[in-house]
């Protein structure tokens, strides 16, 4: 996954006053118990594997600076938060620069499965990824964090504050689009065959 070692380096070290120690402490452990959960979000809310390893370091830097505003326990919530409006100016500035420049080839290199193994995962994932981009902002959002984070659905709520039934209705209008949608993908792709 994310380069988790890079993310820790990035943190400040813990040095001579005790609150910069605690503070230093509190940081280390926030980057410790959800990068995963961080890096994997950032995947599947449409930032290109080649920056989610900044993107990630990018959420965690500004946790770090905010680190005295956040309750203990609201962790998780200001993560995601902060996770959603990174991805989005990453998205946001991608497409104003995909104007000037042309994509490099993608990164194939794998050290666990074959190459067959390896495309098959990365066309599975790429799929995955262009149905999820078809969705509405706010379904996706229910959708990734139930489905493919499998959190259940009071805790989706409380990370994205609204109410359990919220949930629970983008997370049914979600799996429909999400259905439709991959028919609808699957349709382009084998006409465009």
Do not use: K
């Amino acid at each position: 996954m994310g380069d988790l070692d890079l993310a820790l380096q990035s943190l400040p070290a813990a040095a001579a006053p005790e609150s910069v120690a605690v503070g230093a402490g509190r940081a280390r452990a926030l980057v410790v118990e959800h990068f995963d959960f961080i890096w994997r979000l950032l995947c599947r809310l449409g930032v290109p594997e080649l920056d989610v390893d900044d993107a990630a370091q990018q959420v965690f830097i500004i946790a770090t600076q905010r680190l005295g505003d956040l309750p203990l326990g609201g962790e998780r919530t200001f993560l995601y938060g902060t996770a959603l409006r990174t991805a989005a100016t990453l998205r946001r500035n991608l497409r104003r620069r995909a104007r000037w420049v042309e994509p490099g080839p993608a990164d194939c290199a794998s050290n666990e499965l074959t190459p067959h193994e390896d495309l098959e995962r990365r066309q599975a994932l790429a799929f995955l990824d262009a149905v999820l981009r078809r969705l509405e902002d706010d379904l996706r959002e229910v959708f990734v964090l139930c489905e493919i984070e499998e959190l259940t659905a009071p805790q989706v709520a409380a990370i994205v504050r609204v109410p359990v039934g919220t949930v629970a209705s983008r997370l049914r209008r979600a799996r429909q689009e999400f259905g439709q949608q991959v028919r609808l993908l699957q349709a382009e792709r084998a006409r465009a065959r």
